[in-house]
């Protein structure tokens, strides 16, 4: 199974920063990466897939990047209903399909 | 829209089997350019895949539970469902059915639409 790592596992940020979180996997996936948004007791929200492309409805501050191994969730400019938990997930190798472990994002 | 809701007992015993239906609010059940899936997420914890299935049968099972794993989906009633059997205290879970994206170029096995959740307790 490919194993994904999210770093880091939680960050405090304030409103206005700039926020990475990174997803790698422990086998090339190219571009078949996606990421998702929870907040606490609602379900992941999907917010990037394919690696970068913008689901639709998701803010443009959300962005993401990479193929391969290494994947990047960029928040530009973090705003209050960004405190959430963060995950990515791979579809290129199943089953099964796996997620990352998670980052959650705090407010600083 | 799309809804997907999940329906079933919110407290299974020991050994017993968690039986739980998703309920697909626009047909696209029947459609077959969907995958239809299973994620749980113990309380507290990160999301872990059940399964995926299409309608004409196919299926993909995470084969960490694969022996105790059923999904069925009942296109007449917009419906597919999961069963997991043996169940122990480790399958305590919010359990969430959703969709993957409609075929393109090949299965982009993401999830696009979630329901809700549903809290599965396993306990006597």
């Known amino acids: 199974a490919i194993q994904l790592t999210q770093s880091p596992s939680s960050l405090s940020a304030s409103v206005g920063d700039r926020v990475t979180i990174t997803c790698r996997t422990s086998?090339?996936?190219?571009?078949?990466l996606a990421w998702y948004q929870q907040k606490p007791g609602k379900a992941p929200k999907l917010l990037i897939y394919d690696a970068s492309s913008l689901e639709s409805g998701v803010p443009s501050r959300f962005s993401g990047s990479g193929s391969g191994t290494d994947f990047t969730l960029t928040i530009s400019s973090l705003q209050p209903e960004d405190f959430a938990t963060y995950y990515c997930q791979q579809f290129n190798s199943y089953p099964p399909l796996t997620f990352g472990g998670g980052t959650k994002v705090e407010i600083k | 829209q799309l809804q997907l809701q999940e329906s079933g007992p919110g407290l299974v015993r020991p050994s017993e089997t968690l039986s739980l239906i998703c309920t697909v609010s626009d047909g696209s059940i029947s459609s077959s350019e969907y995958f239809w899936g299973w994620i749980r997420q113990p309380p507290g914890k990160g999301l872990e895949w059940i399964g995926s299935?299409?309608?004409?049968?196919?299926?993909y099972y995470n084969p960490s539970l694969r022996s105790r794993v059923t999904m069925s989906i009942d296109t007449s009633k917009n419906q597919f469902s999961l069963k997991v059997n043996s169940v122990t205290a480790a399958d305590t879970a919010v359990f969430y059915c959703?969709?993957?994206?409609?075929?393109?170029?090949?299965?982009?096995?993401?999830?696009?639409?979630w329901g809700q959740g549903t809290l599965v307790t396993v306990s006597s």
């Open positions: 299935i299409h309608n004409i049968g196919s299926t």
């Open positions: 959703a969709r993957h994206p409609r075929y393109s170029s090949g299965w982009h096995l993401y999830f696009q639409h």
């Open positions: 086998q090339g996936i190219s571009s078949a």
